[in-house]
């Protein structure tokens, strides 16, 4: 699943690999470090110091880094992420050694800390379940139907602490190999099993000439908005961790043909839907603390009629949960074309937009 050339397998050991081996031969896992970008030597194996600070381990090429006055090199997954580091370096050097340290603790524990490899593992046994021979097939909830794909390669692993695992790899059409998808898998560690929470098209093939060219698929999945931006702190919860709740809700309540169920408040119909995507804006309702998103959901065994439903988050329980689903919009057929009419509308909602 990756080169195993013994340069390559140096610089793609993660965080948590090097961890396990600061366990066995002492060290304190916050002094590692890797050479992976010339001379400079970035702190915490090149992961990203501000995802650490934010409890997620992301791997980086230390292009974009920052050299402390005592001469150590720090690497950023962006600029934003940089930006938002040197907001407060010394604080955020703290939470990061933090974080890895609660990491040490729990493999000292005898507490299972998955790595890069065991991420990779579950991906190939992922893989070879739903394959058909040699062809990974797989159902595209977006384009509904069936992608018939070929293994290429895992391109990164990133670990968030609390979401659990991502992985986003590289396929290519069966039939046209210049057709590529990068597609990411989401696992979360329950006990010492990675358990598959879901799989989702991150950039999909466009033509261009003779050939393709991977663009990213909108609206992103929330496991790449915390990689992408880094407000520092904020009151209340961000929009990616509101996104994540949501997403839990559906994935719990889904049969087992993927579906759930909602009741429709007007007609008093339960109705079965089959989750689309989810989209920003997230949206925090002033004075009453909830939050709420908007989602597409498609009927099943249609290809035109779509539901808008909005998931109601809140925090009464210590954390975040969906409290309530209503529909927002519905779909009407008019003059032989599918369309959507609202049920009700944001009007008179003291609201903002949730970073």
Known sequence: ???????????????????????MIG??????????????????DDSCAMGLADGQMVQTDCSINWTGEDGKVYCF???????????????????????????????ALGQKVFTETDVNARVEQVIDERSKGDVFVFHDPKLDTDLKL?????????????????????FHDVDEP???????FWFKPEGDQLTLMDIRVQKGPKRDG?????????????????VQEHPGSIEGARAWQVMAAIHDYILENKDADGNITVKDDKTGEDVKLQFVEMHRPVRHLKGEGKYFACTDFRKPGSKDEYYDLDFWVDEKSGELKVGDVKIHKVPVLEDGIWTQVDRYTFEGMDFEDTL
């Open 210 to 226: 003779d050939g393709y060219f991977m663009i990213s698929r909108l609206p992103v999945a929330w496991w790449w908005l915390p």
């Open 1 to 23: 699943m990756m080169d195993t050339t013994p340069r390559q397998l140096v610089c793609r050991l993660t965080l948590p690999a090097l961890l396990a081996g600061a366990l």
């Open 27 to 44: 060290m304190p896992p916050s002094v590692l470090a890797m050479d992976d970008h010339g001379d400079a030597k970035g702190e915490f």
């Open 77 to 107: 997954s962006s600029e934003n992420s940089k930006a938002a580091f040197l907001k407060d370096p010394k604080g955020n050097i703290a939470k990061a050694e933090k974080f890895l340290d609660q990491q040490h603790a729990k493999a």
């Open 178 to 184: 210049k057709k590529q998808y990068a597609i990411d």
């Open 150 to 170: 070929k293994f290429e390669e895992i391109k990164i692993v990133r670990g968030m602490e609390g979401y659990g695992w991502f992985a986003n790899v590289i």
